[in-house]
């Protein structure tokens, strides 16, 4: 696993789980599972945006992109080229 997806990964579970016993991948369902909410969202974009020295526009920041660290990733990347 690269960095970036174990960075973000290691975010989510530090910040958003709840049960020590809670096991989630690079697929795992963040905000249509429950494990994020809206107002976690914005703190994990500010974080992102932090970390990478990016800016994320707020019409891009949507559920379906920070649904999962896989696609979390790939918005991340798309700031990066």
Same mark, same amino acid.
């Given at each position: 696993?690269?960095?970036?997806?174990?960075?973000?990964?290691?975010?989510?579970? !530090?910040? /958003?789980?709840?049960?020590?016993? &809670? $096991?989630?991948?690079?697929?795992?369902?963040?905000? *249509?599972?429950?494990?994020?909410?809206?107002?976690?969202?914005?703190?994990?974009?500010?974080?992102?945006? !932090?970390? /990478?020295?990016?800016?994320?526009? &707020? $019409?891009?920041?949507?559920?379906?992109?920070?649904? *999962?660290?896989?696609?979390?990733?790939?918005?991340?990347?798309?700031?990066?080229?």
């Amino acid at each position: 696993m690269d960095d970036m997806k174990q960075a973000v990964l290691e975010y989510v579970i !530090n910040e /958003y789980l709840e049960d020590e016993d &809670d $096991e989630i991948d690079l697929d795992t369902p963040l905000i *249509s599972g429950g494990i994020v909410d809206s107002f976690s969202m914005v703190s994990l974009k500010r974080f992102l945006e !932090n970390k /990478y020295q990016i800016n994320i526009p &707020d $019409e891009q920041a949507t559920p379906e992109a920070f649904d *999962s660290v896989n696609k979390i990733i790939v918005l991340v990347e798309s700031f990066l080229k």
